[in-house]
Protein backbone atom coordinates (compact mmCIF):
# COMPACT_ATOMS: atom_id res chain seq x y z
CA UNK A 1 0.00 0.00 0.00
CA UNK A 2 1.30 3.72 -0.91
CA UNK A 3 2.73 5.37 2.54
CA UNK A 4 0.90 8.54 1.78
CA UNK A 5 -2.73 6.23 1.07
CA UNK A 6 -4.35 5.71 4.88
CA UNK A 7 -8.27 4.21 4.86
CA UNK A 8 -10.13 4.98 7.97
CA UNK A 9 -12.08 1.66 7.83
CA UNK A 10 -14.64 1.46 11.68
CA UNK A 11 -15.60 -2.56 12.25
CA UNK A 12 -12.49 -3.67 9.95
CA UNK A 13 -9.03 -5.27 10.87
CA UNK A 14 -6.17 -2.96 10.86
CA UNK A 15 -3.15 -3.42 9.19
CA UNK A 16 -0.17 -1.28 7.05
CA UNK A 17 -2.24 1.62 6.45
CA UNK A 18 -5.79 0.82 7.37
CA UNK A 19 -7.24 2.14 10.74
CA UNK A 20 -10.44 1.29 12.58
CA UNK A 21 -9.18 3.82 15.71
CA UNK A 22 -9.31 7.65 14.45
CA UNK A 23 -6.93 8.85 17.34
CA UNK A 24 -4.08 5.75 15.96
CA UNK A 25 -4.97 7.09 12.43
CA UNK A 26 -4.22 10.72 13.10
CA UNK A 27 -1.38 9.82 15.07
CA UNK A 28 -0.11 7.71 11.73
CA UNK A 29 -0.73 10.45 9.82
CA UNK A 30 1.15 13.12 11.64
CA UNK A 31 4.44 11.12 10.94
CA UNK A 32 3.96 11.03 7.43
CA UNK A 33 5.36 14.31 5.74
CA UNK A 34 3.53 15.41 2.44
CA UNK A 35 0.38 14.82 0.87
CA UNK A 36 -1.47 12.43 1.96
CA UNK A 37 -5.03 10.82 1.06
CA UNK A 38 -7.27 9.51 3.61
CA UNK A 39 -10.31 7.21 2.45
CA UNK A 40 -12.80 6.22 4.51
CA UNK A 41 -14.67 3.22 4.52
CA UNK A 42 -17.54 2.47 6.23
CA UNK A 43 -18.53 -1.19 4.12
CA UNK A 44 -18.20 -2.83 7.06
CA UNK A 45 -20.64 -0.81 9.53
CA UNK A 46 -23.33 0.52 6.86
CA UNK A 47 -26.40 1.29 6.79
CA UNK A 48 -27.06 1.38 10.34
CA UNK A 49 -23.19 3.40 10.89
CA UNK A 50 -21.20 5.31 9.28
CA UNK A 51 -17.26 6.56 9.84
CA UNK A 52 -18.02 8.83 13.06
CA UNK A 53 -15.02 11.69 14.04
CA UNK A 54 -15.06 11.88 17.49
CA UNK A 55 -14.83 15.20 19.76
CA UNK A 56 -10.87 16.41 19.17
CA UNK A 57 -8.94 18.80 17.19
CA UNK A 58 -7.64 16.85 14.62
CA UNK A 59 -4.83 17.66 12.29
CA UNK A 60 -5.07 18.00 8.38
CA UNK A 61 -2.56 19.59 6.79
CA UNK A 62 -1.73 18.21 3.30
CA UNK A 63 -4.85 16.03 3.91
CA UNK A 64 -7.47 14.90 0.94
CA UNK A 65 -10.90 13.14 1.90
CA UNK A 66 -12.03 10.59 -0.12
CA UNK A 67 -14.48 8.26 0.06
CA UNK A 68 -15.04 4.58 -0.78
CA UNK A 69 -17.30 3.39 -3.43
CA UNK A 70 -19.49 3.57 -5.00
CA UNK A 71 -21.04 -0.13 -3.72
CA UNK A 72 -24.19 -1.43 -4.64
CA UNK A 73 -26.79 1.00 -3.39
CA UNK A 74 -24.41 3.43 -1.69
CA UNK A 75 -23.48 5.64 -3.97
CA UNK A 76 -21.19 7.49 -0.85
CA UNK A 77 -19.11 6.62 1.82
CA UNK A 78 -20.93 8.73 4.85
CA UNK A 79 -18.81 10.79 7.28
CA UNK A 80 -20.45 11.85 10.51
CA UNK A 81 -18.62 14.80 12.50
CA UNK A 82 -19.53 14.97 15.95
CA UNK A 83 -20.37 18.34 18.19
CA UNK A 84 -16.41 19.41 19.22
CA UNK A 85 -14.89 17.81 16.87
CA UNK A 86 -12.45 20.18 15.11
CA UNK A 87 -9.97 20.14 12.12
CA UNK A 88 -7.09 22.41 11.63
CA UNK A 89 -5.71 22.91 7.62
CA UNK A 90 -8.66 20.91 6.39
CA UNK A 91 -8.61 22.54 2.91
CA UNK A 92 -9.49 19.73 0.24
CA UNK A 93 -12.82 17.28 0.30
CA UNK A 94 -13.18 14.66 -2.81
CA UNK A 95 -14.49 12.26 -4.29
CA UNK A 96 -17.18 10.16 -3.13
CA UNK A 97 -17.91 11.33 0.24
CA UNK A 98 -21.05 12.65 2.40
CA UNK A 99 -19.81 15.06 5.20
CA UNK A 100 -22.73 15.08 7.80
CA UNK A 101 -21.95 17.88 10.12
CA UNK A 102 -23.74 17.43 13.40
CA UNK A 103 -21.97 20.29 15.80
CA UNK A 104 -24.31 21.98 17.44
CA UNK A 105 -24.35 25.38 18.69
CA UNK A 106 -22.08 24.46 22.03
CA UNK A 107 -19.14 23.79 20.21
CA UNK A 108 -17.59 25.43 17.21
CA UNK A 109 -17.47 25.05 13.86
CA UNK A 110 -15.09 22.54 12.46
CA UNK A 111 -13.56 24.45 10.39
CA UNK A 112 -12.50 28.27 11.31
CA UNK A 113 -8.68 28.51 11.44
CA UNK A 114 -8.72 30.67 7.89
CA UNK A 115 -5.70 32.90 7.94
CA UNK A 116 -3.33 35.25 5.38
CA UNK A 117 -3.30 35.35 2.69
CA UNK A 118 -6.65 33.74 2.18
CA UNK A 119 -6.79 30.52 2.30
CA UNK A 120 -8.62 28.17 -0.91
CA UNK A 121 -10.98 25.53 -0.14
CA UNK A 122 -11.15 22.42 -2.39
CA UNK A 123 -14.15 20.47 -2.84
CA UNK A 124 -15.43 18.14 -5.36
CA UNK A 125 -12.15 17.77 -7.50
CA UNK A 126 -13.31 14.75 -10.09
CA UNK A 127 -15.04 14.72 -12.84
CA UNK A 128 -15.68 10.81 -13.39
CA UNK A 129 -19.54 10.98 -11.86
CA UNK A 130 -18.09 10.40 -7.96
CA UNK A 131 -19.25 13.28 -6.28
CA UNK A 132 -18.53 14.83 -3.20
CA UNK A 133 -21.80 15.91 -0.64
CA UNK A 134 -21.33 18.21 2.16
CA UNK A 135 -24.50 18.36 4.42
CA UNK A 136 -25.35 20.61 7.57
CA UNK A 137 -27.27 18.83 9.87
CA UNK A 138 -25.96 20.80 13.11
CA UNK A 139 -26.84 24.33 14.21
CA UNK A 140 -23.00 25.68 13.24
CA UNK A 141 -21.77 25.48 9.78
CA UNK A 142 -19.08 23.05 8.78
CA UNK A 143 -16.39 26.30 7.98
CA UNK A 144 -16.47 29.57 9.65
CA UNK A 145 -15.01 32.24 7.78
CA UNK A 146 -14.71 34.77 11.02
CA UNK A 147 -12.87 37.72 9.86
CA UNK A 148 -10.92 36.14 7.03
CA UNK A 149 -11.41 35.43 3.52
CA UNK A 150 -11.32 32.13 1.66
CA UNK A 151 -11.26 30.89 -1.84
CA UNK A 152 -13.82 27.75 -2.22
CA UNK A 153 -13.51 25.68 -5.46
CA UNK A 154 -16.78 24.10 -5.55
CA UNK A 155 -16.72 21.50 -8.50
CA UNK A 156 -18.94 18.90 -9.10
CA UNK A 157 -20.41 18.89 -5.48
CA UNK A 158 -23.82 18.55 -3.56
CA UNK A 159 -22.87 21.53 -1.69
CA UNK A 160 -25.51 22.11 1.19
CA UNK A 161 -27.75 19.47 -0.38
CA UNK A 162 -30.12 18.64 1.90
CA UNK A 163 -29.17 20.83 4.90
CA UNK A 164 -30.94 22.91 7.54
CA UNK A 165 -27.83 25.52 7.24
CA UNK A 166 -25.52 26.40 4.96
CA UNK A 167 -22.15 24.99 5.30
CA UNK A 168 -20.37 27.95 5.36
CA UNK A 169 -20.72 31.16 7.83
CA UNK A 170 -18.91 34.36 6.61
CA UNK A 171 -19.59 36.08 10.05
Do not use: Y
Not at 65 to 73: C, I, K, L, S
Amino acid sequence: MNGNVFVFRPGGVPHENVFNNWQLLISAMCGVDGRKMLEFDDSLVAPAAHCEIPDGKWPMKDVMWAGFGPRPGFPRTTVVILSGAEFTDLRMIGGQITIVNKVMNSAPSPVSDFGDPPDHVQIGLRDDCGNTQIVNQGEVALFNLGIKPALFFVQNCLFGMPTSTFPVDPT
